[in-house]
């Protein structure tokens, strides 16, 4: 593992979500100065809120960590700024989000990026820091910042609070029929699928990203869970706990639902 420049200030940042997504949510922020400053480790970020997502909390503690670098900068000998975080989404995509806000909040193939909103913040907030911003990852609870900092926002997502994640677009959910991991882009190629809906999320501009089992017509049984986009109007007529037989594109980068055929009947318990 590389050694943290130590002559850099230190900002360790997390975020938490209870029910993710859609629960209580935190995150926290704890800053760690170097030695020739002489100062102890400070709180610097203590939010909760009643509903956002994890991914939205790890933003949330970094564009609030950037503005209080911003407002309490320059440091004596430090020209640098780490921000140490467990979140690959944050350290994969801080230097693909750019490129997402020029093309219209998408990415090169063109399927819609969510938090939109944060990221867009999050931009801002580096380029008024005032001074050198690096993002690097760590895995979590390895050191005894990190597990501080952890420990700082689970209490916060505990707690809820009055703090508002106000570009927080909740979108409906229900039960998945399918209990392990996370949905995963469907591998679209044209074909036809009887799905069952479970979750729809608006995003940038009004298009929904639906997540959904496959139902499996020979053996009654339900296979994976999956997402794909639509129209608001496909979207629409895309019920929850309702089975349909519907056609996708054919793009495993950017899989999308072009028609609804058919409502199929679902057994009333998984087989």
Not at 197 to 207: H, I, L, N, S
């Amino acid at each position: 593992m590389l050694i943290l420049d130590p002559h850099a200030i230190h900002v360790h940042t997390d975020g938490s979500c209870y029910r993710n997504p859609g629960g209580r949510s935190g995150c926290a922020a704890i800053v760690h100065f170097p030695d020739h400053l002489g100062r102890q480790d400070e709180q610097i970020v203590d939010f909760g809120c009643a509903e956002s997502s994890n991914n939205r909390m790890e933003l949330m503690a970094c564009i609030k960590a950037l503005k209080w670098v911003r407002n309490n900068q320059p440091w004596a000998g430090v020209k640098r700024t780490l921000f140490v975080t467990d979140s690959a989404y944050i350290t994969d995509n801080i230097y693909r989000a750019g490129i997402w806000k020029t093309n219209k909040w998408r990415n090169r193939f063109g399927k819609p990026m969510a938090n939109d909103d944060l990221w867009d913040d999050l931009l801002a907030a580096r380029i008024k820091a005032g001074i050198r911003v690096d993002f690097v990852w760590r895995p979590g609870k390895k050191s005894a910042t990190a597990k501080i900092v952890d420990k700082s926002a689970k209490n916060a997502a505990k707690r809820g609070g009055l703090d508002v994640d106000r570009g927080y677009r909740p979108g409906s959910f229900c039960r998945s029929l399918v209990k392990n991991g996370v949905a995963q882009p469907y591998p679209a190629k044209g074909q036809l699928e009887v799905i069952r809906p479970y979750a729809k999320k608006v995003m940038f501009r009004g298009e929904n990203k639906i997540s959904f089992n496959i139902f499996v017509e020979p053996t009654q049984t339900y296979d994976a869970k999956f997402y794909a986009f639509s129209t608001p109007m496909m979207a629409a007529g895309l019920h929850r706990w309702h089975g349909y037989r519907v056609r996708f594109n054919d793009d495993r980068n950017y899989p999308q639902i072009l028609e609804r055929i058919e409502e199929v009947s679902l057994p009333k318990s998984v087989a």
